[in-house]
C-alpha cells in the first residue's frame, strides 16, 4: 500500500508538471503573438487591403468596398486583421514552443526531428493558407456571388466577410498540419505506413466530410481542399516509410 501511495503522489507530481509546462509554453505563445500583431498593426491598412482582394472584383458596388454598419465593427475589424497577421508571422515562433512540451516525452533519437518538425509545419501552415487565398477563394466567390439578376448588388459587411475570411484561413492552415502529424505519430511507433495505408478509404471518407465543414458551401471548395488533403495524407505514408528505414 505504501508503495502504491508514492506511485500516486508521483502521477499526481507528473501530472501537475506537464500543466504548469502547458501553462508556460501557452503564456510564451500568446505573449509572441501579441507581440507579432503589434507589429502587424502598423501595416494593417496594407493588410486589409490583401484580404479584401480576393472578394473585390465580385462586389457589385461603385467603390468595390466593403460595408460596416457599427460604429466600432472598422476598429475592431483592424483589430482582427492584426491578430490574423500575429498568429501567420509567429507560426514558427509557437511551433516550437508545441516541440519544447511534446519533446520531454520522446526518446533521444525522435528530438532530432525537433527542427523538420519547426520548418514542415511552418511551410504547411504557409502552404496552406496560400492555397486557400489564391485558388479556393476566387472559385467560392464567384460561385457564392453569382446568383441575383443584374439589379440586384451583394452589400458585403467588414463584419461577415472578415469572420469568414479569418476562420477559413486558419482552418485551411491547420487542416494542412495534417501530414506533419500523422507522420510524427509514425516516428513515434503509434502508427504505421502499412495502416495508414489499410485505413485509405476511411481517412478519405473523413478528409471529405473535414473539407465539407470547412470549405464554403459549394462542391468546387470542397474538391479543391479534398484533393490536396489526400495528397498529403499519401505524403505522409511515404515519410514515414523513408524516416523508418533511416
Keep these: 500500500m505504501f508503495n502504491n501511495t508514492i506511485a500516486s503522489d508521483l502521477k499526481e507530481e507528473s501530472l501537475v508538471d506537464h500543466l504548469r509546462e502547458l501553462r ?5 505563445i500568446v505573449i509572441g503573438v501579441i507581440v507579432s500583431a503589434t507589429l502587424c498593426w502598423f501595416f494593417k491598412d496594407v493588410l ?7 472578394i473585390e472584383p465580385f462586389l457589385s458596388t461603385d467603390e468595390k468596398g466593403l460595408v460596416y454598419t457599427g460604429l466600432m465593427e472598422s476598429f475592431m475589424a483592424y483589430i482582427k486583421i492584426s491578430l490574423l497577421g500575429g498568429v501567420i508571422l509567429s507560426c514558427p515562433y509557437w511551433l516550437y514552443h508545441l516541440w519544447k512540451f511534446i519533446a520531454p516525452a520522446l526518446y533521444t533519437h525522435e528530438k532530432r526531428y525537433g527542427l523538420g518538425f519547426i520548418f514542415s509545419g511552418t511551410l504547411l ?21 453569382g446568383f441575383g439578376s443584374g439589379q440586384d ?7 461577415g466577410y472578415l469572420s469568414f475570411f479569418l476562420r477559413t484561413t486558419f482552418l485551411f492552415g491547420l487542416s494542412f498540419e495534417v501530414p506533419l502529424v500523422l ?17 485509405r478509404r476511411y481517412a478519405f471518407l473523413f478528409l471529405c466530410f473535414l473539407s465539407a465543414v470547412l470549405t464554403p458551401p459549394d462542391p468546387t471548395s470542397m ?24
Excluded: C, H
Design 153 to 159: 448588388q451583394a452589400m458585403i459587411t467588414i463584419d
Design 48 to 54: 486589409f487591403n490583401v484580404i479584401r482582394a480576393p
Design 24 to 28: 508556460k509554453r501557452l503564456v510564451y
Design 183 to 199: 507522420t510524427f505519430l509514425g516516428l513515434m511507433g503509434m502508427v504505421s505506413a502499412n495502416f495508414l495505408a489499410k485505413n
Design 125 to 145: 501552415f504557409f502552404l496552406g493558407i496560400s492555397f486557400v487565398y489564391f485558388f479556393v477563394y476566387p472559385i467560392a466567390f464567384k460561385f457564392l456571388l
Design 223 to 246: 474538391l479543391m481542399m479534398v484533393t490536396p488533403l489526400a495528397v498529403l495524407y499519401e505524403s505522409s505514408i511515404w515519410a514515414i516509410r523513408v524516416l523508418k528505414k533511416s
